[in-house]
Nanobody, 116 residues
């Protein structure tokens, strides 16, 4: 079955960095676009980064542009999110996502907390 498993979250000080990973299985990872979303307490889930199936194109929300980088390793069926210059406003649960045959698939999420 299709599985997405995020890891790499944690507590980090403002200005710090984290790299999130999303290990994928149960589908042909290389042919699908992949997405990172986040959901802060009391807020709606928001799309923050997209990478196309080829990895050639990436897109970012304005709130993370220039600080976050989405990437993928198709040989490892893994999606990444490199997060730099983290701010308290980045505190949220981060989810990876893909859309297959009109069905949305989500991981369980990984908590990122930015605090001094």
């Amino acid at each position: 079955q299709i599985q997405l498993v995020e890891s790499g979250g944690g507590l980090v000080q403002p200005g710090g960095s984290l790299r999130l990973s999303c290990a994928s299985s149960g589908f042909t990872f290389s042919v699908y676009a992949m997405y990172w979303y986040r959901q802060a307490p009391g807020k709606e889930r928001e799309l923050i980064a997209t990478i196309t199936d080829s990895g050639r194109y990436t897109y970012y929300a304005d709130s993370v542009k220039g600080r976050f980088t989405i990437s993928r390793d198709d040989a490892k069926n893994t999606l990444y999110l490199q997060m730099n210059s983290l701010e308290p406003e980045d505190t949220a649960v981060y989810y990876c996502n893909t859309l297959i045959d009109l069905n949305n698939y989500w991981g369980q999420g990984t908590q990122v907390t930015v605090s001094s």
